[in-house]
């Protein structure tokens, strides 16, 4: 079920609640995982507890809603940078540093969150896995991915790096150096299992 908006509320108020209530939900989830009670939520956000189930009826509604909108985003940077990069590595490098700078706004089952239940969310999640294989592919084609590895392990290592966590910019610094470390690993060698 998609978030909901009442006839009660004015347009724009509801705009804004809406938004409130996605940016507390996301934060408490960080936070205190998935249970934290709704009133919480509701009180993060600045509105009674009749505003929040107005737009979501449900913690469920509301799980699901941040889950299918976290899958959709993390498409959107896997597409952006496969069309945006000269070489499949900087594609991966490009879709990674999109998730370290977002981490804080995205509810993922890797980051803490519930496992995807709507089929739409499920559907989108594959669609990330298929241009990441795309990405994959084409890293064979011009030599800037030759160890094996799969659009798992390039989402599980993307989503530790971007682990939610307050603002930190020598942590961040430390994760970009991590990036470019594996992505410059990506093309050293025939085979995954290759270690020194």
């Not at 600045?46 to 107005?54: A, D, F, H, K």
């Not at 940078?81 to 594609?91: I, L």
């Not at 294989?133 to 799969?150: F, K, S, W």
């Amino acid at each position: 079920m998609t978030a909901l908006r009442s006839s009660r509320e004015p347009r724009s108020d509801a705009a804004r609640n809406h938004e409130a209530l996605v940016r507390a939900a996301t934060g408490a989830v960080h936070r205190e995982g998935p249970r934290v009670p709704m009133a919480t939520i509701a009180a993060d956000a600045g509105v009674g507890i009749g505003t929040l189930y107005r737009h979501f009826p449900s913690r469920e509604d509301l799980l699901d809603y941040l889950t299918h909108t976290s899958f959709e985003q993390v498409l959107a940077n896997a597409q952006a940078a496969e069309r945006g990069a000269t070489t499949a590595a900087e594609a991966l490098r490009r879709f990674i540093e999109a998730a370290i700078s977002q981490r804080n706004e995205l509810v993922l089952p890797l980051h803490g969150g519930p496992a995807p239940t709507w089929e739409r969310t499920r559907v989108v999640r594959e669609r990330v896995h298929q241009v990441i294989q795309q990405i994959i592919d084409r890293g064979r084609a011009d030599g800037t991915v030759t160890r094996d590895v799969t659009p798992r392990d390039i989402v599980v290592f993307g989503a530790m790096l971007a682990q939610p966590r307050r603002s930190d910019p020598s942590w961040d610094a430390t994760c970009f150096r991590l990036l470019a470390t594996y992505v410059a690993g990506l093309g050293c060698g025939s085979s995954a299992t290759d270690h020194p």
